[in-house]
T-cell receptor, first 120, second 115 residues
């Protein structure tokens, strides 16, 4: 079964400082990994994804994420945070092992979310 | 450029009442999903439809039913609402059969309170 963990409920950072939001995952096979952002009273918006290839993935709004297979991590990063980056961030994983053989195959599993607060 | 549209945005029900949450997408996506979001639990999949004419249970289907009315529309029905179903409900859609590398596109949610 697949699972994803976001170990921090909240991350506080000053504007202009680097921002990191942590995500670790557990899958049987190769993972598809996603990051989404949610602003208040809105739906989730896609930021970036890792499918295969380069371990450093670049996405929307200056965000990037690094896939680390040995540590089973997919941390989201931004070199210089903005106040407007304050939002709820979700990591999600899709386990592609064993095509169609389990109930959880292919379904997107979301982490609990990390609230990011960027102060001026 | 509407994307995924959910109605209503807010609803208050009494225990035992029924209601249907509506969702429509204008991106010609094959796959559609219903999630619920509860504090500290992320999003949990209720039902999904990989393509028009098919629906399948997700992680938390009990107490819900769905209808894929056509390629654009996917509705979620609560037959007899319970306080445990108080939540924010999100509809999403994606290209392809839903199990590939395409991201999901979300509506802005329906905030449902059951008294």
């Amino acid at each position: 079964a697949q699972s994803v963990a976001q170990p921090e409920d909240q991350v506080n950072v000053a504007e202009g400082n680097p921002l990191t939001v942590k995500c670790t995952y557990s899958v049987s096979g190769n993972p598809y990994l996603f990051w989404y952002v949610q602003y208040p009273n809105r739906g989730l918006q896609f930021l970036l994804k890792y499918i295969t290839g380069d371990n450093l993935v670049k996405g929307s709004y200056g965000f990037e994420a690094e896939f680390n297979k040995s540590q089973t991590s997919f941390h989201l990063k931004k070199p210089s945070a903005l106040v407007s980056d304050s939002a709820l961030y979700f990591c999600a994983v899709r386990d592609m092992e064993g095509w169609g053989t389990t109930d959880s195959w292919g379904k997107l599993q979301f982490g609990a979310g990390t609230q990011v607060v960027v102060t001026p | 450029n509407a994307g995924v549209t959910q109605t209503p945005k807010f609803q208050v029900l009494k225990t035992g009442q029924s209601m249907t949450l509506q969702c429509a997408q204008d991106m010609n996506h094959n796959s559609m999903y219903w999630y619920r979001q509860d504090p500290g639990m992320g999003l949990r999949l209720i039902y999904y439809s990989a393509s028009e004419g098919t629906t399948d249970k997700g992680e938390v289907p009990n107490g819900y039913n769905v209808s894929r009315l056509n390629k654009r529309e996917f509705s979620l029905r609560l037959e007899s609402a319970a306080p445990s179903q108080t939540s924010v409900y999100f509809c999403a859609s994606s290209e392809g059969g839903g199990w590939g590398n395409q991201p999901q596109h979300f509506g802005d949610g329906t905030r449902l309170s059951i008294l």
